[in-house]
């Protein structure tokens, strides 16, 4: 049984670079979000994707982000111009689009930006 | 806007003691609401899982209730062990199934004592 994956597990990066995460979701669910926790808090609520499409985005989603999930499967999410403010862990979740809406998460990225 | 509250955010324990970790949250309009368990710099494990028309649900030495009407949710732990050390967080999905997007406590952060 593979559950969700995400990748890579930790990333560094400096201020000012781009970053690309990757998220693959348990095969048969059909919705897909992106959360982001910072130390010591919950996971905010970031973005959501039925399929390929991209339903509904938070406002902490700055015009520097964008996420895609090209064909219905995997997503990426990509920050631009980095600020150490986006360091963070950011989990993906799927599940399926029917009855119980259960959320299974994946590992998380663990960002930081120096 | 939802908000979701879990208080204490810290709570220690002897192995072997029962223990109740307590949720609220402001808008009853919810769809379900989950617990996880979450270790250190990993991502969120689900625990239970119930809909807003359920008023318990029980997993081995887990049990979550629900009151719906008065915004609350308990999760019992029986018969405490080390192993059981982690961080718990709530969760809400709205109403509308359409997007069950999760609003989430801080989390209380268990540690239990051999």
Redesign the interface.
């Known amino acids: 049984d593979t559950g ?1 994956s ?1 990748d890579p597990r930790h990333k560094i990066t400096k201020r000012g670079q781009n970053v690309t995460f990757r998220c693959d979701p348990i095969s048969e669910h059909n ?1 897909l ?1 992106w ?1 982001r926790q910072t130390l ?6 970031l973005t ?1 994707f039925q399929n390929e499409a991209q ?2 985005k938070s406002r902490l989603l700055s015009d520097r982000f964008s996420a895609e999930r090209p064909k219905g499967s995997f997503s990426t999410l990509e920050i631009q111009r980095t600020e150490q403010g986006d360091s963070a862990m950011y ?1 993906c ?1 799927s ?1 399926r689009g029917q009855s ?9 990225t ?1 960002l930081t930006v120096t | 806007k939802q908000e979701v509250t879990q208080i204490p955010a810290a709570l220690s324990v002897p192995e072997g003691e029962n223990l109740v970790l307590n949720c609220s949250f402001t808008d009853s309009a919810i769809y379900n609401l989950q617990w996880f368990r979450q270790d250190p710099g990993k991502g969120l494990t689900s625990l239970l899982l119930i809909q807003s028309s359920q008023r318990e649900q029980t997993s081995g030495r887990l049990n979550a209730s629900l009151d719906k009407s008065s915004g609350r949710s308990t999760l019992y732990i029986a018969a405490s062990q080390p192993g059981d050390s982690a961080t718990y967080l709530c969760a809400v999905a709205r109403e509308t199934g359409a997007n069950s997007k999760l609003t989430f406590g801080k989390g209380i952060t268990l540690s239990v004592r051999p």
């Open positions: 969700v995400q919705r979000y959360y010591g808090q919950g996971p905010e609520f959501y339903l509904e989990l979740a599940s119980s809406y259960e959320q299974y998460f994946g590992p998380g663990r």
